[in-house]
């Protein structure tokens, strides 16, 4: 049923509208219109249908519960036939009972399902957030809006924004944006773009060294080979006078883009390399380098690998004189701040050496004593400018030290040093017995020669080697021991344990008036090592004596007769197989010592000394020492 309060619908056999809450009146079951939009039967209908009974040709169909269908449409309800004893239904009859049912309804009140309409308003905001949300998260406006508002949004919107503020002026809020675009993607497809983008920013808002770091990034890290990066920073370079530093970007353009241009710009900005007189390569002799500027600018050179130039270098202003050896020379020009390439040369320079000399006479065996000379041989360098009519002063210096040739020689077996004794082009004697004469050449550059090495030997009797059967008449090196040498010498004046450098373990220096003696320990006891006295009741071995000549000392053992040395020593005899030898030094212009050695089984070198003075032996010894010189 139908409340008549507010319109809705209840339940049958309700006394109160649950709707609206009000009392509903009691009443019959209604007929008619009313029932039927109580959901209930027409009773009325229902009898006027069920009285009726067709008298004639009742069609198969018809029952009492018949009705005849219903018309809509504009035609309204078509009328019963007039067979069925009821009145026809007015048109209009059942929009005109809609408008009572209207009226009366609009005198109440309607209620409203709050419930239902919050419910509805939420969902409806709820799913419009979530629309902004998506958005404003996953679209590229939607970022856009999120950088305008100064929200965290993702690198593209941030370069977008920053375009926005660079073309409406606002330089450092479009430098922030997109110095953070950078920082949120540092690694994409058009970074080299977007780069550009951030250093025309930093340009137009005045921070020059930032553009520039921004295109030095380009061409280190991202794009070396485009030429277009290094025109920037040459730009910026250039508007800032930085001309040495515009020439190193130049040259870096050039190697890493292969574009001409950068070479031509820097040929044009650098003043031009040093140039050296003389090309790199090997040569034959000794050179003055001149170095030279085209631009006659300062050049400052250095003599080596190592160090800066021009903070290392010397100023250039005479030729460099280049001697034998390898040789770097690097120079610069120097233009106010601008400093050319470097050149670097370098030089090879050997000088020439002299031939060996050559000895007159032939080696083997003779049977008397025989004279030799030495003779030069001509170099082929010494030729060639010989044969020259015109020298220079150059090559008449070269020829001159070519033919300055010393010649320095040994009888000895020795090899010829620049102490050894000079050939002065007279003949000179063999000495007795074998001997081998070496000598070199040496020229005016100080190039030495090949040795030249002739072995002969003389067939005559000469004086043997002082040995191990040379001794003092009193004792014996290396043998009499500490008691018998006291009970022969006597007490010394003193007595002590000494340290040895030519000795090893234990030593002992006994002190006498006439000199001292030195002895060292031995499973056997103190025995004699070293000995030396200025006593002339001393007999030392083959009968010398303090007091006899030099004449005397040397005709003792042998002696080959070889000049003096240069600095006045002189070679008695050196024998490398048998391991002797003789030497006589020159100590001062009164003074001098001789020195007879021989190297024992045990390896220890025994020396006998005569030390002179005016040519007399003024005191003599013996000592023994680990120092030996032919090893073991």
């Known amino acids: 049923m139908i409340c008549d ?23 019959s079951r209604e007929s008619g219109a009313a029932a039927r939009r109580q959901g209930r039967p027409d009773r009325q209908r229902e009898g006027r249908l069920g009285s009726y009974m067709p008298t004639e040709n009742p069609s198969p169909t018809t029952s009492a519960a018949y009705a005849p269908p219903r018309r809509t449409g504009s035609e309204g309800m078509r009328p019963l036939s007039m067979n069925t004893g009821m009145q026809p239904r007015q048109l209009g009859a059942r929009p005109a009972n809609r408008e009572r049912q209207i009226k009366r309804r609009s005198g109440h009140r309607l209620m409203i399902n709050w419930a239902m309409l919050w419910t509805v308003l939420l969902a409806v905001t709820l799913v419009a957030a979530i629309g902004i949300f998506v958005f404003l998260r996953f679209t590229d406006p939607g970022q856009l809006i999120l950088a305008r508002m100064g929200r965290d949004a993702n690198a593209n919107a941030m370069w977008k924004y920053g375009q926005e503020l660079l073309d409406q002026g606002y330089l ?44 030095v990034k380009l061409y280190t890290d991202i794009a070396p080979e485009d030429s277009e990066v290094y025109r920037q920073v040459m730009r910026l370079m250039e508007s800032q006078g930085r001309q040495m530093e515009l020439s190193n970007l130049l040259k ?3 190697e890493k ?66 001697g034998e050896g390898s040789h770097v020379v690097r120079a610069v020009a120097v233009s106010s701040d601008l400093i050319s390439d470097e050149m670097r040369i370098q030089y090879s320079i050997s000088l020439p050496r002299p031939a ?132 022969k010498f006597g007490t010394p ?3 002590q344990e000494i340290e040895d450098d030519n000795m090893d373990g234990d030593c002992l220096l006994l002190s006498y008036s006439w000199g001292e003696a030195r002895f060292f320990m031995t499973d056997k006891g103190y025995v004699i090592y070293a000995f ?9 071995p083959e009968k010398t004596k303090i007091g006899i000549s030099e004449t005397d000392v040397t005709s003792l053992f042998r002696d080959m007769e070889m000049e003096h040395n240069q600095d006045g020593s002189r070679s008695l005899y050196f024998d490398r197989q048998n ?15 001789i020195d007879y050695s021989y190297v024992r089984q045990d390896s220890l070198v025994v020396t006998l000394s005569y030390f002179l003075e005016n040519s007399r032996v003024v005191k003599m010894g013996i000592h023994t020492s680990l120092n030996n010189q032919w090893g073991t």
């Open 532 to 540: 030396e006295t200025n006593s002339p009741n001393v007999v030392g």
């Open 257 to 322: 883009t292969g574009d001409s241009y950068f070479k031509r710009e820097r040929d044009q900005l650098l003043p031009s390399m040093p140039t050296a007189s003389k090309e790199a390569g090997p040569i034959k002799y000794e050179q003055d380098i001149q170095l030279l500027s085209a631009e006659e600018y300062d050049i400052y050179y250095i003599l080596s690998d190592e160090g800066e130039l021009p903070e290392d270098g010397t100023l250039y202003t005479e030729p460099i004189h280049l």
């Open 356 to 487: 060996a000399p050559y000895a007159s006479l032939a080696p083997g065996v003779y049977e008397k004593r025989q004279r030799i000379w030495l003779k030069l041989i001509q170099t082929e360098d010494q030729e060639l400018l010989e044969q020259k009519r015109l020298r220079t002063d150059q090559e008449e210096e070269i020829l001159k030290k070519l033919n300055d040739i010393t010649i320095y020689y040994t009888l000895d077996s020795q090899t010829p040093t620049s102490n050894s004794p000079i050939y002065t082009g007279e003949p000179f004697l063999l000495p007795l017995g074998p001997s081998t004469v070496k000598a070199v050449a040496v020229n005016g550059f100080g190039k030495v020669s090949n040795v030249m090495e002739r072995t002969y030997d003389i067939k005559k009797p000469f004086k043997l080697y002082f040995s191990e059967s040379d001794n003092f008449n009193d004792f014996v090196i290396m043998v009499t021991d500490l008691d018998a040498f006291i009970r």
């Open 252 to 254: 870096l353009a050039y």
């Open 493 to 495: 004046i003193s007595q």
């Open 5 to 27: 309060h507010c319109g809705n619908f209840i339940p049958d056999g309700s006394s109160v509208c649950p709707q609206c809450g009000k009392a509903l009146a009691s009443r």
């Open 172 to 215: 450092d809020r479009s430098v922030a944006a997109f110095e953070k675009a950078y920082e949120l993607e540092p690694e994409r497809e058009d970074i080299y773009d977007r780069l550009f983008q951030l250093a025309d920013a930093y340009e137009a808002a005045g921070r020059m060294s930032d553009a520039e770091a921004t295109y």
């Open 579 to 593: 391991r002797k030898y003789a030497m006589m030094y020159h100590l001062s212009a009164f003074s001098d010592r």
